[in-house]
């Protein structure tokens, strides 16, 4: 496995795994919950890939490593949990229409495992994910047209993730070519449909930070 696949799996875990059990946590314990959310985010950034390193360990002492497929695993999991670090509370319409876009993106590209084999429902699916797309950076572009010019470091920002995001669509778009031309490359799919949903919650992420 390539550095960056690891790296992938790693903050995909604390998204879709990590997090979610992490905001269960704090419903009981705020305390607790923070402590292990800082304790997480330290040891990966000390150690990048300790999380899926982690993950990986506990399925190997449990016999399950040769059972479980990461990447279609995280890729499942991806179009339907998300951790409350990704979710957007302001009330406005252009934030909730880009959190509801994101969230059905995701939710498409979740089924990708299931639609695969099916070339002609996989290529509906397919359809669905390019309007996906296109709705979400129309609304990604409705948050970036109203943050004040005069914030000229954030509109940067925000402008930078959505180029980042475009370039991993196209990524995607080129691994299906391949997959239609060379079937054995399904888990390649799947690897680039996981970058597609973490660059989709790089959005939501630097949104949160720099809008909320």
Request: charge should be positive.
């Amino acid at each position: 496995m390539g550095e960056s696949s690891k790296a992938l799996y790693a903050r995909m875990l604390v998204d879709v795994v990590i997090g979610p059990v992490l905001d269960n946590l704090e419903k009981k314990d705020i305390s607790a919950a923070h402590t292990l959310r800082a304790a997480f985010s330290k040891a990966d950034h000390t150690l990048p890939g300790f999380v899926y390193d982690t993950i990986r360990g506990m399925l190997r002492k449990a016999e399950m490593t040769d059972k479980v497929d990461m990447c279609e695993t995280l890729l499942r999991l991806g179009g339907t949990q998300d951790s409350d670090e990704l979710k957007l509370y302001r009330p406005e319409k252009t934030f909730q229409d880009l959190s509801r876009c994101a969230s059905g993106l995701k939710m498409i590209l979740g089924r990708i495992p299931d639609q695969i084999y099916d070339r002609k429902q996989f290529l509906e699916t397919i359809k669905e994910i390019a309007s996906s797309i296109k709705l979400l950076l129309d609304a990604f572009n409705k948050v970036i047209e109203d943050v004040p010019s005069s914030d000229s470091g954030s509109k940067q920002i925000l402008e930078d993730r959505k180029k980042e995001f475009v370039r991993y669509s196209k990524k995607f778009s080129n691994m299906l070519k391949e997959f239609f031309r060379d079937s054995s490359q399904k888990q390649n799919v799947f690897m680039s449909a996981n970058f597609l949903i973490y660059q989709t919650n790089v959005i939501l992420r630097t949104v949160k930070q720099e809008c909320c």
